[in-house]
């Protein structure tokens, strides 16, 4: 339902599905359902190693492993408790676990 590109110099494109904010694009792009043409996506903290979309959220590894998603959080899939965020429009970091300990990831 949406797409992202890597470009070579590092930068994130999302177009497509816009339900629940997956495409990351934050919540001036929040009433546009959808996205016909490639937009970059702004504010990703760091050069973006990887990208993964899912069927309703979207999910970046930037520099030193942090891992940052947008999208629906219906099921969790932002790793924050849906009470907190249901609907990440923006994309948000990984929280650390719930000993403190950082997560860093290699791929997604």
């Not at 339900?19 to 996506?41: E, F, M, N, Q, W």
């Not at 590894?61 to 219906?74: K, P």
Request: glycine fraction near 14%.
């Amino acid at each position: 339902r949406h797409s992202l590109a890597l470009t070579i110099s590092g930068d994130v494109l999302s177009w497509g599905n816009n339900a629940d904010g997956c495409l990351g694009l934050g919540g001036a792009r929040a009433t546009h359902k959808s996205i016909y043409l490639p937009v970059a996506v702004a504010g990703l903290q760091g050069m973006v190693r990887q990208i993964a979309a899912g069927s309703s959220h979207s999910a970046v590894i930037v520099q030193r492993g942090r891992l940052l998603l947008a999208g629906s959080n219906g099921y969790g899939q932002l790793g924050h408790p849906r009470n907190r965020i249901a609907v990440g429009h923006d994309f948000c970091r990984l929280p650390a676990t719930q000993a403190g300990v950082e997560l860093n990831v290699r791929s997604v």
